[in-house]
Structures are given as C-alpha cells and as structure tokens.
C-alpha cells in the first residue's frame, strides 16, 4: 500500500484545483459553485477517513476508539459522496429526498455504532474488522448508489440523445472504480480516484453545457434585437450590422439595389386615429414589403415608419417590384384603417460606380422623398402637418 499515500496527496491537489477552476468559472451560478465546493470537500474528507483507517489499522500506538471514530468518518463521508454528487446533478425529486433521509439514517447508525461495535470492531492487536451489522450498511450504500445511477439517467434527459452517451461514460467510470474496490479487496484502492475523475469530468460536462447555454442565450439576444418586434422584420440594429458588413467590401455588388420606403400619411392617422391605427399601418406595410421582396432581399424597419430594403435583382426588375407593391398596398385594408399608402425610391449601386454605400442610400432617400411629395401634392395636403 505504499502507493497509496502519493495518492490520496494526488487526489486532494487533484480536488483543490477543481475548486479553483470552479471559481474562476463564470458562466456558473453561486448555487453551481456552492455545490462543487461541497462536493469536493465531501470527497476529499472520505478519501483522507480512508487514508487515515489505513495508517491507523493495526496501530498499538492509536487507540481503539480513535480507530472506530476514523472508521465511522469513513462509513458516513463515502455515501454522502454520492449523495453530493446528486447535488451535483440538480436534480429536484422525490428520489432525492429519500437518498437524503437515508443519508441521514446512516450518520445514526454510524454514531451508534462508534459505541456498540455494530459496524467497527477493533482486536487486541488494534486491528478493525467488520461488525455483525456491516450489511446493512452496505444496503444502504447500494440504495444511494442505485439512486446516483437513476438520477444520472434522469439528468441526461436534459440533453439531446447525442449528448448523454459522455453522461454514461461518466457513470460506468464511476461505477467500474469502485466496483473494483468492493470485489478485489482492501488492497486495492481505486474508489476515490475514480471519484475524483468522475468530479471532474462532471466539471468539464457542466462546463461544456453551461458554455452551450449562455451562447445559445446570446444567441437567443441577438436575434431578439435583431428582429422589430412590431413588425417582424430585421431590426434598426440589423440594418447596422448590414451597412458595417457591406461597407467593408471592396466595392459594391453590381446588382444591389436599395429601395428607401417610407409610409404616406402615418402623422394624420396617428393624431386622428389613435397610435394603436399607426401601428396597424406600420405593420401592414411591413408586410406588403416582405412579401414583394424577402425572396430577394433583406427587409429593414430603421425608424418609426421608415424601411429600408437591401436587395439583389436586375434592373428590369426595379419597376415590376414597385408596382407588385403598390398593387399590395393599394388592396390592403385593415381593423383600424381601410387605406395605405407607400412612398418609394431606389437607387443601383450599377448606376453610381465606385459610389459608398451611405451615398446610395441617400440617393434612395431623396428618390423616396420625391414620391412623397408627389403624395402630398396629388392629396393637397401640407406636408410638415403630416
């Protein structure tokens, strides 16, 4: 057993840097870090009990009550590892509470058994031996075992199928390292070294998964401010995105064309109307411009009732979209308003070589603005109250 000593050193370094790694980890919760604190002390605390009833075992210079309080230690710290490497898990069932209670039962029975040599009786040559109740013990070893094994299945369901044969590989390392234990005898010492392994590939699991979340939350951000919410289609911040990433090109597409749409009227409807009637008509547009061009292009909402569209197309096509749109609006009705009406500009980057894009787009604009006015000219209305 000379090996052992190294090892038991090896495994509580082995258990420090996991706690080390855990605080530094900050994609886990207080709660995560209590836990893997817990765990690790647990496991380290059994490891040194089992240490120790070896150095002690046969020892005239210990006392035989020193060898049964070590002994107890050892009987009550190994299950409570299991125990927290249910905790671990985060499982909340009813599993759980009776791996607890019979956690619990066990800290009774061992401290009983300190004075009764139920489980621990040590000879005259200082030497401990199992008591006549170490079976039941051991029965309520395999009952937190058999629930670690359960809640092990009832965690992976969390993952997809693909994701919980690395979970199963963790189990049966675990399983393996102190089954090797139990049936090769005292002289083989392999639990705790696969406990510390199966902690930490239990660290690099929920490190990995909890990476998995917090990108799939960033994720989920991103699309969420990448999205109008009135209207469903590419954000203010989208559009953003898309200027930065089209500015950077060395030149423009020869086929882009920016279509700068703006809706007619929106003021009077608003102060008519109600706001609930313009955001009828934001939406409405929205979805005229959609249909016409998201086979095509990218859609954006960049103002209040301002779109622009980044699109890919012929020339000859520029005019059979405008009208395919104005054809949509002109027949659209909603709740609030039975009318809408659109202004629209263009501009090719194929017309304006060498042009930058901010320029285009101002081009759209002013071709938009022209449309608009027109608008307001045809309807006689003064534009600035509108």
């Given at each position: 057993m000379k090996y052992y000593t190294p090892l038991i050193i090896l495994v509580w370094f082995a258990l420090i840097v996991l706690a080390i790694l855990a605080k530094e980890?900050?994609?886990?919760?207080?709660?995560?870090?209590?836990?893997?604190?817990?765990?690790?002390?647990?496991v380290a605390l059994a490891a040194l009990a089992e240490w120790l009833g070896i150095q002690f075992?046969?020892?005239?210079?210990?006392?035989?009550?020193?060898?049964?309080?070590?002994?107890?230690?050892d009987y009550i710290l190994t299950?409570?590892?299991?125990?927290?490497?249910?905790?671990?898990?985060?499982?909340?069932?009813?599993?759980?509470?009776?791996?607890?209670?019979?956690?619990?039962?066990?800290?009774l029975f061992q401290i009983i058994s300190i004075f009764t040599g139920w489980m621990v009786k040590v000879d005259e040559n200082h030497l401990y031996h199992h008591g006549n109740a170490y079976n039941i013990y051991m029965l309520l070893y395999v009952a937190v075992f058999i629930i670690v094994i359960v809640e092990f299945a009832i965690y992976g369901k969390r993952f997809r199928k693909q994701n919980r044969l690395s979970l199963l590989g963790i189990l049966i390392f675990n399983v393996l390292g102190i089954?090797?234990?139990?049936?090769?005898?005292?002289?083989?010492?392999?639990?705790?070294?696969?406990?510390?392994?199966?902690?930490?590939?239990?660290?690099?699991?929920?490190?990995?998964?909890?990476?998995?979340?917090?990108?799939d939350k960033i994720q989920e951000q991103m699309i969420r401010i990448s999205v109008d919410p009135l209207t469903g289609i590419s954000s203010r911040h989208a559009y953003s995105v898309a200027i930065n990433e089209l500015s950077n090109l060395p030149s423009l597409p020869?086929?882009?064309?920016?279509?700068?749409?703006?809706?007619?009227?929106?003021?009077?409807?608003?102060?008519?109307?109600?706001?609930?009637?313009?955001?009828?008509?934001?939406?409405?547009?929205?979805?005229?411009?959609?249909?016409?061009?998201?086979?095509?292009?990218r859609c954006?909402?960049?103002?209040?009732?301002?779109?622009?569209?980044?699109?890919?197309?012929?020339?000859?096509?520029?005019?059979?979209?405008?009208?395919?749109?104005?054809?949509l609006t002109n027949n659209w009705k909603g709740e609030y308003c039975d009318s809408l009406s659109l202004a629209v500009g263009f501009a090719e980057a194929k017309a304006h070589p060498n042009i930058e894009l901010e320029k285009l787009i101002t081009i759209a604009d002013q071709e938009?603005?022209?449309?608009?006015?027109?608008y307001y000219q045809k309807k006689g209305i003064d534009r600035r109250q509108n």
């Open positions: 980890n900050d994609r886990f919760s207080k709660e995560r870090k209590r836990i893997l604190y817990f765990t690790y002390s647990i075992n046969g020892n005239m210079n210990v006392s035989p009550w020193v060898i049964r309080l070590i002994k107890a230690f299950p409570m590892s299991g125990g927290a490497i249910i905790l671990q898990l985060q499982t909340k069932n009813n599993l759980r509470k009776v791996s607890f209670i019979l956690l619990g039962l066990n800290l089954g090797l234990q139990e049936v090769l005898g005292s002289e083989v010492r392999t639990a705790y070294i696969s406990l510390v392994i199966c902690s930490a590939l239990l660290y690099i699991h929920n490190s990995e998964f909890a990476q998995l979340a917090s990108d020869q086929k882009l064309v920016i279509f700068s749409i703006d809706i007619n009227g929106l003021k009077l409807v608003n102060d008519t109307l109600g706001h609930i009637a313009g955001d009828e008509l934001i939406a409405g547009a929205s979805k005229c411009i959609s249909q016409v061009f998201s086979s095509i292009g954006y909402r960049t103002g209040g009732d301002e779109f622009i569209v980044f699109s890919s197309i012929n020339q000859e096509m520029i005019h059979e979209l405008i009208d395919q749109l104005l054809d938009m603005y022209k449309s608009k006015a027109q």
